[in-house]
T-cell receptor
Framework: AQSVTQPDIHITVSEGASLELRCNYS??????LFWYVQSPGQGLQLLLK??????LVQGIKGFEAEFKRSQSSFNLRKPSVHWSDAAEYFC????????????FGAGTILRVKS | DTAVSQTPKYLVTQMGNDKSIKCEQN?????MYWYKQDSKKFLKIMFS???????INETVPNRFSPKSPDKAHLNLHINSLELGDSAVYFC??????????????FGEGSRLTVL
């Protein structure tokens, strides 16, 4: 079965430090990959997506992610974190072979300390 | 204007009651979804409609009944509420037929608490 794993439930980084959030997937097909962010009391907002082509994708708010097929990973990165980045981040994966459904990871809560 | 709006935002009710959550999108999208986010923050799809046609129907108790009167609206009715139904329910929409086609736009969620 398809699955998405975000190994880190919580991550705390200092403001200005770099960030990497991990996402691994298990899919028997060519995946479509997404990162969404959820601020408290809000719905999810798309940060970036990967369908094909260049494996390093740029998103909003200075985020980027790299697709590594050999590692089945799609890690999210940001070179310098701002206090406003504190939120919960969800990786999601879909594939045409599994219908029009996204499978979400359990999320990683990012805390930013000043 | 809010792109995807859900009402009510909070709902507290007793076991056994029936309740509805409404969703409207003004983005002109063809497809709408209901997701359930449980207390552990797992987000799982329940239903999806494309132009009023049900296209995704996950393993959900038949106490849950979606209804799409037109492509801009998707409502969720829940009969005989149970404690385990307590969750945040998110409505979302997308252009085209499937979530993988691009971006999902989410509402702010409706927090249902069953006592």
């Amino acid at each position: 079965a398809q699955s998405v794993t975000q190994p880190d439930i919580h991550i705390t980084v200092s403001e200005g430090a770099s960030l990497e959030l991990r996402c691994n997937y298990s899919y028997g097909a060519t995946p479509y990959l997404f990162w969404y962010v959820q601020s408290p009391g809000q719905g999810l907002q798309l940060l970036l997506k990967y369908f094909s082509g260049d494996t390093l994708v740029q998103g909003i708010k200075g985020f980027e992610a790299e697709f590594k097929r050999s590692q089945s990973s799609f890690n999210l990165r940001k070179p310098s974190v701002h206090w406003s980045d504190a939120a919960e981040y969800f990786c999601a994966v879909g594939a045409r072979e599994y219908g029009n459904k996204l499978v979400f990871g359990a999320g990683t809560i990012l805390r930013v300390k000043s | 204007d809010t792109a995807v709006s859900q009402t009510p935002k909070y709902l507290v009710t007793q076991m056994g009651n029936d309740k509805s959550i409404k969703c409207e999108q003004n983005l002109g999208h063809d497809t709408m979804y209901w997701y359930k986010q449980d207390s552990k923050k797992f987000l799982k799809i329940m239903f999806s409609y494309n132009n009023k046609e049900l296209i995704i129907n996950e393993t959900v108790p038949n106490r849950f009944s979606p209804k799409s009167p037109d492509k801009a609206h998707l409502n969720l009715h829940i009969n005989s509420l149970e404690l385990g139904d307590s969750a945040v329910y998110f409505c979302a929409s997308s252009r085209g037929r499937g979530a993988i086609a691009g971006e999902l736009f989410f509402g702010e969620g409706s927090r249902l608490t069953v006592l």
